[in-house]
């Protein structure tokens, strides 16, 4: 069981929004910068939002992260059947000293 | 452009051992940490080890730790992953990654698998 948490599975109709949450603790979120990672089917994770709410270049601003607290909460506007993926959370934990994933969100897009 | 790739994978048997590596291209590979991480067959994703720019700080995660040993060859721009004592449960694809710690994993290798059986 992961010390950062996320729902297993979500869904959601094309064009409509989700959001996908991470909770963590105060030693994790509650005291450094959250990543989010997609990973399309078969193939590598990729960085989608970093420092808790910022795009890499060439990602659509149909994605966006926010924090509050000790949660994190990627969102995703105008679903599109690409966006099916597997969603990871990830953040450093300063009581732990270990890099922290979540078990990831399966978003499918019908 | 920024590219990472991977190469050591494989079938072994629980006991054995395999070297990953990893060549970096398209950024100054001497500058940055960098990252491992796998994953196992239909599961998440798990931090396994990290190293500095300069090689001089590393860390392991629990499961590995005594086993595994990172290592890099700026030279090179390659980043290694020593694995001994290989045990059915390392079974994973493994990924390389640019960055560490409290930074982002900002590219990741394309993964190789490595499959401990017997």
């Known amino acids: 069981q992961s010390v950062l948490t996320q729902s297993p599975s979500m869904s959601a109709a094309p064009g409509q929004k989700v959001t996908i949450s991470c909770s963590g603790s105060s030693s994790n979120i509650g005291k450094n910068y959250v990543s989010w990672y997609q990973q399309l089917p078969g193939a590598a994770p990729k960085l989608l939002i970093y420092?808790?709410?910022k795009r890499p270049s060439g990602i659509p601003d149909r994605f966006s992260g926010s924090w509050s607290g000790t949660s994190a909460t990627l969102g995703i506007t105008g679903l599109q059947t690409g966006d099916e993926a597997d969603y990871y959370c990830g953040t450093w934990d300063s009581r732990l000293r270990t890099v922290l994933f979540g078990g990831g969100t399966k978003l499918t897009v019908l | 452009e920024v590219q990472l790739l991977q190469s050591g994978g494989g079938f072994i048997q629980p006991g054995g051992s395999l070297r990953l590596s990893c060549v970096a291209s398209g950024f100054t590979f001497s500058t940055y940490a960098m990252t491992w991480v796998r994953q196992a067959p239909g599961k998440g994703l798990e931090w396994v080890s990290d190293i500095s720019a300069s090689s001089s700080n590393s860390d392991y995660a629990d499961s590995v730790v005594g086993r595994f040993t990172v290592s890099r060859d700026n030279s090179k721009s390659t980043l290694y992953l020593q694995m001994n004592s290989l045990r059915v449960e390392d079974t994973a694809i493994y990924y390389c990654a640019k960055g560490w710690r409290d930074y982002p994993l900002e590219y990741w290798g394309q993964g190789t698998l490595v499959t401990v059986s017997s």
């Open positions: 420092e808790n709410n």
